[in-house]
């Protein structure tokens, strides 16, 4: 039990473009949902917390406007990358917990290269 | 500034011996503590919770202990095989943030 997925697995794109991630709890109903980014050999850093049918709250310097969160429903969140550059290119992982945030459920991440 | 530090960067070692992973942190009062294990290009499974108010949990070959004094946690894997092989990553819960603070990680390599 308590599975989440994301989707795509990898993406690559030209600058400029915009990306959407989706991430999904597949076998139960997450009320929160976390949005992570990981540069290689770094730690993952916690990018910004949503609820279902609630705005995101961001971490400190994470643009709202560049890095859009939208938690539309209980097992759906979708993150979108606008106008994304090189320096977006990272691994991108969602996690979702049931009851507690303490007990997050990890997907399995997804690579965006901006080229 | 809240610190969380995993003092080896890579650690080595042969199949069937004890792996003894490090975490410490500073300026933090964490509630509870977390092991989780990272394969390349995969997001992180979780092997581990210890509250601020346990010393040690057993998971069968995996055991973590938790020192708030020291403020350190360590993780071992007994009879260690080449599937151990990943790297760990070590998340505090609490302080003065309410979300998981992660530590970079260890990159365990198991040789047979």
């Known amino acids: 039990g308590a599975v989440v997925s994301q989707h795509p697995s990898r993406v690559i794109c030209k600058s400029g473009t915009s990306v959407k991630i989706e991430c999904r709890s597949l076998?139960?109903?997450?009320?929160?949902m976390f949005w992570y980014r990981q540069f290689p050999k770094q730690s993952l850093m916690l990018m910004a917390t949503s609820n279902e049918g609630s705005k995101a709250t961001y971490e400190q310097g994470v643009e709202k406007d560049k890095f859009l969160i939208n938690h539309a429903s209980l097992t759906l969140s979708t993150l979108t990358v606008t106008s994304a550059h090189p320096e977006d290119s990272s691994f991108y992982i969602c996690s979702a917990s049931l009851t507690s945030p303490v007990s997050q459920y990890f997907g399995p991440g997804t690579r965006l290269l901006v080229l | 500034s809240q610190k969380i530090e995993q003092n080896s960067e890579a650690l080595n070692i042969q199949e069937g011996k004890t792996a003894t992973l490090t975490c410490n942190y500073t300026?933090?009062?964490?509630?509870?503590l977390q092991w989780y294990r990272q394969d390349p290009g995969r997001g992180p499974v979780f092997l581990l919770l210890?509250?601020?108010?346990?010393k040690e949990k057993r998971k069968e070959r995996l055991k973590v202990t938790f020192d708030t004094t020291l403020k350190q946690s360590l993780f071992h894997i007994t009879a260690s095989q080449p599937a151990d092989s990943a790297t760990y990553l070590c998340a505090l819960w609490g302080g003065s943030q309410g979300n998981l603070i992660f530590g970079k990680g260890t990159k365990l390599s198991v040789k047979p």
């Open positions: 076998d139960f109903q997450a009320t929160t």
């Open positions: 300026n933090y009062s964490p509630a509870y």
């Open positions: 210890i509250r601020e108010n346990e």
